[in-house]
């Protein structure tokens, strides 16, 4: 059984930084691209970032410079470390398994909670 396992989410001031995690279990996490998604309420869930098996990174435009996507094979986990973050990253994070860039795998964690505050 896949479980995509997020945490990190909070509240933090506009400006701040979070490190998002999620841990992987029940897929051969090494040979997966990992992506985040968020979703805002009353907007589509949109791609955040992603990478691949071999480390490549993509991410949005909305996101680029501020955020970095990382992953340790080791312990199953990728990150999303968000900085100088703006009210408008407020959404649920979610944690993709299988895609690759802006393209949605199979698997989704249960999401976490990032609210910026002005």
């Known amino acids: 059984q896949v479980q995509l396992v997020e945490s990190g989410g909070g509240l933090v001031q506009a400006g701040g930084s979070l490190r998002l995690s999620c841990a992987a279990s029940?897929?051969?996490?090494?040979?997966?691209?990992m992506g985040w998604y968020r979703q805002a309420p009353g907007k589509q869930r949109e791609y955040v970032a992603a990478i691949t098996r071999g480390g490549g990174t993509n991410y949005d435009d909305s996101v680029e410079g501020r955020f970095t996507i990382s992953r340790d094979n080791a312990k199953n986990t990728v990150y999303l470390q968000m900085n100088s973050l703006k009210v408008e990253d407020t959404a649920v994070y979610y944690c993709?398994?299988?895609?690759?860039?802006?393209?949605?795998?199979?698997?989704w964690g249960q999401g976490t909670q990032v609210t910026v505050s002005s």
């Open positions: 993709n398994a299988g895609g690759s860039y802006y393209e949605r795998g199979y698997y």
């Open positions: 029940g897929i051969i996490f090494r040979l997966n691209t």
